[in-house]
């Protein structure tokens, strides 16, 4: 009976907690769940697509696809990165249906965190840009801000119109 209980626990904490690839951008680091990522790219050179809106980093090829990729920089208003960044291939929550690409600085490893550890945006983020994450964990080295990747997803963020200039939210 004692051996049950444990065992339901066990599993109670397991649903409670979330995986999350980390990811860099400027001094932040940010978590995406990472069962929302397909596959990691690693660095990549990428086409520019000319008359873009300036959150698209370019277009990289993917499996016989092209992918469209969001700059995670231009979206939160940091100058582009003189660099080849990393990209992510993310599915959305529609069955992928629309997989795009994100590209950020750097790729960390993977963090397990309790959900009941997160805790609002912190004040410090730009305002204009709190809308595209979940909220923040506090880690031993500073703060782990979770996104949201359906708000990344490069239809949605055309439809906001809040990035065609790029760099948090400026509007034409």
């Given amino acids: 009976m004692k051996i049950v209980a444990q065992d339901s626990q066990e599993l109670s904490e397991e649903a409670e907690s979330a ?7 400027g001094e932040e680091t940010f978590g995406i769940d990472t069962g929302k990522i397909r596959e990691v790219l690693g ?10 809106p300036a959150f698209v980093a370019g277009v990289v090829p993917y499996r016989g696809d092209v992918l469209t990729t969001v700059s995670f920089r231009a979206l939160l208003g940091l100058p582009e990165n003189t660099e080849t960044g990393c990209v992510l291939v ?8 629309e997989r795009f690409g994100l590209m950020v600085d750097g790729v960390g490893g993977v963090v397990t ?9 912190p004040c410090t983020l730009d305002a204009k840009c709190k809308w595209l994450f979940d909220g923040a964990y506090k880690m031993e080295n500073g703060l782990l801000i979770q ?5 990344l997803r490069p239809s ?17």
Avoid: I, W, Y
Wanted: a negative charge; hydrophobic letters at 35%.
């Fill in 19 to 25: 995986s999350l690839c980390s990811m860099f951008a």
């Fill in 156 to 172: 949605r963020l055309a439809e906001t119109g809040m990035f065609r200039n790029g760099g948090g939210g400026e509007n034409a």
């Fill in 90 to 97: 993310l599915d959305d929550d529609s069955g992928g249906q």
């Fill in 147 to 151: 996104l949201d990747p359906q708000k």
């Fill in 113 to 121: 965190v309790q959900q009941k550890m997160l805790e609002a945006n």
């Fill in 43 to 52: 660095k990549r050179e990428l086409e520019r697509v000319p008359m873009a």
